[in-house]
């Protein structure tokens, strides 16, 4: 039998939204969860630009957020929902399942995190125990980070290193974060030998991997 969460009246629908960058998976998984008695999907979104107006709007119960979004990231749209609202419980649903993400997600105020290859019926028991105040996460993946650590990467060198994604060179990363080259090639350096990497599309390689970015 399923658990009522705290604070819901017998008979009512937990609202949730979906925001999923893939069209076929964003669909499938709206499909699947309307098929329980007591899930609603109240809106879905394919880029992150969106998730907080929405939320807003629509006041789901559950917003289940992909990571890796358009425009932006849902890790950043948790941490802005923990703020905006407060209510709203928010399950990281991802493909990729790094010790890096799930601690970024747990520091936003996310109140679960799992991987995509689980079953739908995993899924809709974690909408609910989420909203009796439980925190969900993948046992796999919450043992991995215990042992990975914390990143070892300043926010900085975070912001100077995702800004050099698309092959920026040292003027383009100082011009648009507002640092002096001196500055940036600072950052680089410290980011590159913190990941244990020759060049800093290494790093930018490694620090990805561990869902550091």
């Known amino acids: 039998m ?5 604070g819901r009246r017998p008979g009512t629908c937990i609202r949730v939204l979906l925001a999923e960058d893939q069209g076929m998976m964003r669909g499938a998984l709206a499909l699947l969860l309307g098929m329980e008695e007591d899930i609603e999907v109240v809106a879905q979104l394919g880029a992150g630009d969106g998730i907080v107006d929405a939320v807003l709007t629509h006041r789901p119960d559950v917003a289940l957020l992909d990571i890796e979004l358009p425009g932006r990231n849902g890790l950043d749209a948790a941490a802005e929902l923990r703020d905006e609202a407060p209510d ?6 991802t493909t990729f399942g790094r010790p890096g993400y ?20 995993e899924l809709a028991a974690a909408i609910r125990r ?4 439980e925190t969900v996460v993948d046992p796999a993946l919450a043992a991995a980070a215990l042992s990975a650590g ?22 383009d990363i100082a011009g648009r974060l507002h640092l002096s080259e001196s500055t940036v090639r600072n950052y680089l350096s410290s980011a590159i030998g913190k990941t244990g990497t020759r060049n800093r599309a290494e790093a930018v390689r490694e620090a990805r991997q561990q869902g550091w970015l």
């Open 2 to 6: 399923n658990e009522m969460p705290r």
């Open 130 to 133: 989420v909203l009796t105040g």
């Open 150 to 171: 914390p990143s070892p990467l300043t926010a900085r060198e975070c912001e100077v290193l995702q800004a050099s994604v698309d092959g920026a060179t040292v003027a």
């Open 102 to 121: 799930l601690r970024r997600a747990m520091e936003a105020g996310a109140a679960g995190f799992l991987v995509k290859d689980g079953p739908v019926e």
């Open 88 to 93: 709203c419980r928010v399950l990281i649903l």
